[in-house]
């Protein structure tokens, strides 16, 4: 007697009737719930609500369905355990460290979340008249007014969504500066060290995009760009600190080369959290970077909510910055522009990047972040972070290939390399080894510049107690990836799901159910 269980393993009987060990006839594993897929609970041809025989309507015309639509039918009971079983399947930054890096997932604290949901923010509408919005509109402004005081920069569009949206916000004041000198510059510099949204964001806005490379230590060649600037670079994207963890110590020589050039830099703001309130971009002669809200001011991204990424612009860009706009007076007063005056106060924009303002609760939450640690505080974000991706760093060389290690200490995040593993072993089996010790894996084969990197980003919300326990599940699988462990090969083991085979996946995509 067997029984299938989609995990991939099929409980055997022994002669006494039961299961061996380590299986049950249900799948389940005492409080890990086997689930199977919504269409295998419930029948197509029923339903789990009662509606009455509805009339004809000859109206309805080819509105009518010609066919039963496939849904499965299911009761109120069978939905909401359904759910919730998937949900406990799901982890989050509430559950355990989320070590992914180049994607700062820190603890998201409840202040923000009930500062959001006080009447006024969370029932504001995007299409209440003007007046009666003006308290939502001076938080904006306020919260605006911080990010420019935190980058050292003039100004500041609030409204882009993401950090992708708000480097083709950068992008775009860069292509407006450029067409307003009537000159003709369509090549864009991308580092290797720099995010993979960098050159599709540039090719997007029209512009050719070359590489500059990386030296040995993992930062730009400063030589190679300077070689390579002349009058058809209109700039240069470059991430900083860098994608390798690194921060770049010649930012400054080369923001005044391309500017010598007649070029611009952006600034990918992504990893923002390891300088926020020790390093000024502005300082650095960058003229626009995006901030991740939900990386740096800890309001949730992912499947907690959605993102939103201002971006903050030099005197040079300032003009070109999209409405609605909060800017930086001669007088030292900041003030936010509207449609409405934008002919007069900032007639060079080139347009609107979204309907409305912006994510105004994930500016809510930043806001509230922001005044609950103070100017210090953050500074402190910044130094925890750094401290903590060392930590990791040093505590693992000895066992784990450290490419850049010897380039100084990291930022905010540990670069690891697959090197050094027994033959067969790789950064994959590091990772699916992860999963059954209960961990998110960290990022995986990025940077691009490393070969079976491992990206690893603790962030400064977590305890030394926490970061040991990683430590020593990561050491326990490098260890065994060292020696060989065939185990290790079919992991994770404890997982809902025994390892799939990706590349199917990817190649042969299941989008429809075939039941």
């Not at 775009?172 to 369509?186: F, H, N, P």
Request: proline share 7%; aromatic share 6%; hydrophobic share 40%.
């Amino acid at each position: 007697m067997t029984a299938l269980n989609r995990a991939g393993w099929r409980p055997e009987m022994n002669a006494a009737g039961g299961a061996d060990d380590n299986v049950t006839f249900t799948g389940n594993r005492a409080l890990m719930l086997e689930e199977p897929l919504i269409f295998e609970i419930g029948s197509t041809d029923t339903t789990g609500v009662d509606f009455d025989e509805p009339a004809p309507a000859a109206d309805l015309g080819s509105l009518m369905r010609s066919a039963p639509i496939g849904l499965p039918g299911l009761s109120e009971s069978e939905t909401v355990r359904h759910y919730t079983r998937l949900s406990r399947q799901n982890y989050a930054i509430d559950l355990g460290l989320f070590p992914l890096g180049s994607c700062t997932m820190k603890h998201n604290p409840r202040l923000n979340e009930k500062v959001a949901r006080m009447p006024g923010f969370a029932d504001v509408h995007p299409l209440q008249p003007q007046e009666t919005v003006q308290g939502a509109l001076a938080v904006i402004n306020e919260l605006a007014v911080w990010l420019i005081k935190l980058t050292g920069m003039y100004g500041v569009a609030m409204s882009p969504k993401a950090g992708a949206h708000g480097e083709l916000c950068g992008i775009l004041c860069i292509k407006a500066a450029i067409e307003a000198r009537g000159e003709d510059r369509r090549v864009l510099l991308v580092p290797e060290s720099a995010h993979g949204t960098n050159p599709a964001t540039a090719a997007f806005a029209g512009f050719t995009v070359e590489d500059i490379p990386a030296t040995p230590e993992g930062r730009v060649d400063l030589a190679a760009l300077k070689a390579r600037l002349g009058p058809d670079v209109a700039g240069v994207m470059i991430t900083n600190p860098n994608t390798c963890g690194l921060f770049e110590r010649d930012m400054k020589a080369i923001s005044d080369a391309v500017h010598a050039a007649g070029g611009y830099v952006y600034c990918d703001g992504a990893n923002f959290n390891a300088i926020v309130g020790r390093v000024r971009p502005g300082d650095l002669g960058i003229d626009a970077m995006h901030i991740n809200l939900h990386k740096t001011f800890s309001t949730p991204h992912g499947g907690g909510g959605p993102g939103s990424g201002p971006v903050v612009l030099s005197e040079a860009l300032s003009p070109y910055g999209p409405i609605p706009y909060s800017a930086r007076y001669a007088d030292g007063s900041f003030k936010l522009v509207e449609e409405e005056s934008a002919g007069e106060e900032h007639p060079d924009t080139f347009g609107r990047m979204t309907a409305f303002h912006g994510q105004m609760g994930m500016f809510t939450r930043a806001l509230t972040y922001i005044l609950s640690h103070g100017a210090d505080g953050l500074k402190q974000v910044a130094e925890d972070a750094v401290l903590n991706a060392n930590y990791v760093l040093r505590s693992l060389e000895d066992v784990l290939d450290a490419p850049f290690a010897g380039s100084g200490p990291c930022m905010h995040e540990a670069l690891f390399s697959d090197k050094g593993l027994a033959e067969g072993f790789s950064t994959l089996d590091i990772a699916k080894g992860l999963i059954d010790e209960g961990y998110h894996p960290m990022t995986v084969y990025f940077p691009l510049v490393v070969h079976g990197a491992m990206l690893v980003e603790p962030t400064e919300t977590e305890s030394k107690a926490v970061l040991d326990q990683f430590i020593g599940a990561l050491r326990s699988i490098a260890m065994r990836a060292k020696n060989g462990d065939p185990a290790l090969k079919s992991a994770p083991h404890f997982a809902p799901r025994a390892r799939l085979d990706e590349t199917l996946a990817a190649r042969r995509p299941m989008l429809a159910w075939e039941g």
